[in-house]
């Protein structure tokens, strides 16, 4: 297995069968479940108590939870928000996190409950790298960057990310990807590439925590970001795609097909990924015996690391 994943201790970490849809590859990540977490249906999304605070809560009586890095809520009739990195909530215990972003200029209202959710588009995420933007408490942090993502994509100039996925144009391609992309078996993460590039690397505690959340990331961060690139003419048609199946091919032939495109793709990714070097020291929140690392690959890359009594669990890199 490449490198990368050795150099940050998480083992036992295979590759699962290649998806490539339009210029988005998905490599899955399969292995074991890790670490003791509580399930995503203990971890509901509370309030916004004042613009720049969300507020979640775990339920578990036993472990703690994971709130997976910039992930937004977005309910019509309050100020949509998003949180700046990851989070950690105790078991049956609710948890402010005062440093999330308002990812609607100018809109009232808090939020109260779940609404529709995604994660932060790449290059939105990549801002809130910098450690002293994700600290600070300003609600107002992230809407120069949103205006810049939304310029030649939408016509308006408010930092409104709604007018981005609630677009006749885009939300519905966003929905296709979101289906057309399925976990396999005993997946628990993904490296997505863009034409063949690697752009994000994502490893889950558990299976069951990748189910829960892969939909937002493909849809709202990797979709999210590959249909505005190619909007504004900045991402080359992919190298890795899928090869023609004849009309008149049977069972084993289509498998062999999508056998020999996965396997060249693996090989292909792993020499890439040996590439991508994280680092870094800054530790963002520790509970008990979880701890949230922001690391940095270099070239505006990076993300966080939450690892429980020292071994990795849970991963959230865009490159």
Known sequence: MASIFERLNFKNIGLGRVQSVDEMTVVPLVGPDRGNIASPESLNFQSTTQYGTMVFENTDPINPAIVPAN???????????????????????SQSFNNACCIEESQGGYLRGKGDEDILPIALRKTLLNIEKRRK?????????????????????????????????????LEQFAAEFEPVENQIGAVI?????????????????????WQQLVRGCYGAEMLRLKKLGKLKPSAL???????????????????????????????LLDNITPSGSNVIQQTDNLKTVLLSTGSGGGGDMIQQDATPIYLSLVL
């Not at 809407?143 to 609630?166: C, E, M, N, Q």
Request: glycine share 8%; charged share 30%; hydrophobic share 40%.
């Open 71 to 93: 992930i937004m809520e977005r309910k019509m009739g309050g100020q949509d928000h998003a949180m700046a990195g990851s989070g950690i909530v105790k078991n049956r215990s």
């Open 137 to 173: 408490g300003d609600y107002t942090k992230l809407w120069p960057d949103i205006k810049r993502w939304l310029r030649g994509v939408v016509t308006s100039s408010r930092a409104h990310l709604r007018y981005f996925y609630d677009s006749e144009h885009f939300k519905e391609k």
């Open 193 to 213: 590439l863009f034409a063949g590039v690697p752009v994000g690397i994502e490893i889950m505690p558990t299976a069951e925590h990748w189910e829960a959340y």
């Open 241 to 271: 795609i899928l090869p023609e199946i004849p009309e008149d091919a049977d069972a084993d032939e289509v498998e062999k097909i999508l056998t020999n495109f996965s396997e060249k793709i693996q090989k292909d990714v792993i020499p």
